[in-house]
């Protein structure tokens, strides 16, 4: 398999669980743990996916996202899966129209339904 996919999630417990997971199942992993990070991290680790929390310090995945998809390089349209606590209406919306694949609230999914959808968005 060997795809890539870059974890970025400032919450240690949360990070650690779906890299392992990851890792098992013969995904290649690497990490942030906010947005400015991440934006770095994406264009040295070049990731197959994107996991991106929304509520993050220092940069938070929407606007993230939007500095991503703003920017011309090879990495520019990386598919990426929000994965937050945030289910409104609003921060939905937010984060489609900032140019997600997907998005996924923690609290109503769990590591199975991230796979599935990991390996839905790869192909």
């Known amino acids: 398999m060997n795809q ?3 974890i970025i999630e400032d919450d240690k417990a949360i990070l650690k669980a779906y890299k ?3 890792e098992r199942i013969g995904y290649v992993v690497d990490f942030a743990e906010n947005g400015e990070d991440g934006l770095k991290k994406i264009e040295e680790f070049k990731p197959d996916l994107v996991l991106l929390d929304i509520v993050m310090p220092k940069m938070d995945g929407i606007t993230m996202l939007k500095n991503l ?6 990495n ?4 990426v899966i929000f994965l937050t606590n945030l289910s409104d209406d609003k921060s939905i919306m937010e984060a ?3 140019g997600s694949m997907s998005y996924l609230v923690k609290a109503d999914h769990d590591l199975s339904d991230v796979v599935d959808r990991i390996k839905s968005v790869l192909g």
Do not use: C, F, G, Q
């Not at 998809?69 to 090879?74: F, I, L, S, V, Y």
């Not at 520019?76 to 598919?79: C, F, I, K, L």
């Open 4 to 6: 890539k996919i870059l």
């Open 20 to 22: 392992d997971h990851l």
């Open 69 to 74: 998809r703003a920017t011309n390089t090879e």
């Open 76 to 79: 520019s349209n990386v598919p």
């Open 96 to 98: 489609v129209e900032s």
